[in-house]
């Protein structure tokens, strides 16, 4: 059974509320970008984004642009994700990078592909012989 075929995905959504999706998440983008361009000092000191930062990035949804829909994405075009990721970098280019980092790593993760690939990837292989 292949995962394409395993997933019951909910009915694709139409291009109108696709766009919907990504409006509301560059308006939420855009309300974060003072808080992401005041804490990079201490992202830089620490080394690494405040986890309330990484929070709320993930809380606007930029870490599913890249994720096919059938996982829980919004399968983003490259424009799009490339927009968020200048606009993040206007505020603090480490945070942008780390953003980009952190949607590529979750295009290969959802709970959902870890219940439906998991899951699948444990079941028996049926009987051998």
Known sequence: MDLVTSVSDP?????????????????????LLPEIRA???EAERACTLPADVARALEG???FRLQRVRALGGLEADPVV???????LAHADASTAWATLIG????????????RTVG?????PAGPTG
Not at 11 to 31: E, I
Not at 119 to 123: D, I, M, N, P, V
């Open 103 to 114: 949607m590529t790593a979750s295009s290969f993760y959802s709970a959902e592909a870890d």
């Open 60 to 62: 606007v949804g930029v």
């Open 81 to 87: 994700i490339l927009d968020v990721i200048e606009r």
């Open 11 to 31: 009915p694709a959504p139409t291009l109108d509320d696709l766009s919907a999706r990504l409006d509301d998440l560059s308006a939420r983008l855009d309300d």
């Open 39 to 41: 804490r990079a000092a």
């Open 119 to 123: 899951c699948h990837r444990l079941e």
